[in-house]
């Protein structure tokens, strides 16, 4: 009997081992390319599960991708956590990063600390993301590594301080700006991150700073040369309205097919083709006539 390629991919993902610090820095290593996508909830995380990505993020982009905020600046800690608790139902194998969201953990090594271990207590997370390369940033990566917590850095285009960064703009373009990208990767090297991800830089700044990042590098809207690459599950299915970034590249079409979805059904409950007898429940003749004479 042959087997439907979903049951060889399911069957494949019961027999994958769940993937870890040391095999993330293998795969660098062996220059096997790392897969991450965000996830935001069961449905995704399952995807990303029967898919076999190596690492997912509960990314801050849910705060616009599924909470309708305009930015990722207004999204709560608490928020975040409910959709990360989600996730880790969902989740077996990939390796789970919790975005800290913006004031969440500037204020102080304490606050980070605190906040980070919400992420890994309350929710499953294996490890927490932050954003930028600064002094604060690399001090605050720090104090989380030193409380037991793996780091992943973010530098380039880091959405939570855009407005600072000019806008949602591609960053590194000149020497200057390439160069101030390099110092915030090599300093969240130097605090320990265990991996970073650069964010819309020119390809060849990318290229260049590779070979000074010993630690796995994600890239997105980054170029080729990264150890893996990471999209926004919205962005890669097309589950939203408009194109999105340059970098984004669509694999899907799924808000299109989920309006063509509800409208076929309001089409059908308009029409009265839903539900059909098929879609009811029966009841015995006799029970029926015995109900009927209860309610006269
Ligand atoms: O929040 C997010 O989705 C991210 C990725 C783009 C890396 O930070």
Redesign the pocket.
């Known amino acids: 009997m042959s087997s439907h390629p979903s049951q060889i991919a399911a069957g494949a993902a019961r027999d994958r081992l769940p993937v870890t610090l040391p095999r993330l820095a293998e795969m660098k290593r062996l220059g096997e390319p790392i897969v ?1 996508v ?1 996830a935001y909830d069961f449905p995704s995380a399952r995807a990303a599960e029967e898919a076999g990505v190596d690492m997912v ?1 509960i ?4 705060a616009m991708t599924v909470l309708g905020y305009p930015s ?1 600046v207004p999204v709560e800690l608490d928020e975040l956590l409910v959709l990360a608790r989600a996730v880790r139902r969902g989740l077996r194998t990939p390796f789970l990063v919790g ?1 800290m969201p913006f004031g969440s953990y500037e204020v102080s090594d304490e606050q980070a600390i605190t906040n980070a271990m919400r992420f890994v207590k309350e929710a499953g997370c294996d490890a927490i ?1 932050l ?1 930028g390369g600064g002094p604060a940033s690399c001090a605050r990566a720090r104090a989380i590594i030193g409380a037991g917590i793996p780091v992943m850095g ?1 530098v380039g285009l880091t ?1 939570q301080t855009a407005t600072a960064l000019g806008g949602y703009r591609a960053q590194g373009r000149t020497a200057a700006a390439a160069t101030r990208v390099a110092a915030g990767a090599l300093a969240l090297q130097e605090a320990g991150c265990f991996s970073i ?1 650069f ?1 819309a830089i020119p390809s060849d700044v990318a290229e260049l700073l590779m070979r000074r990042i010993d630690v796995p590098v ?1 890239g ?1 809207g980054a170029g080729p040369a990264t150890d893996g690459q ?3 599950f919205h962005d890669l299915l097309g589950i939203r309205e408009g194109l999105g970034a340059r970098f984004v590249k669509r694999y899907a079409n799924l808000q299109d097919e989920m309006v063509a979805g509800v409208s076929a059904f309001a089409g059908d409950v308009r029409s009265r083709d839903y539900p059909a007898p098929e879609h009811g429940y029966s009841i015995e003749a006799q029970e029926l006539s015995s109900f009927r004479e209860r309610l006269t």
């Open positions: 991450m965000t993020l990314g801050d982009s849910g990722t975005d993301k954003e973010h959405p991800v964010e994600i997105i990471v999209l926004v």
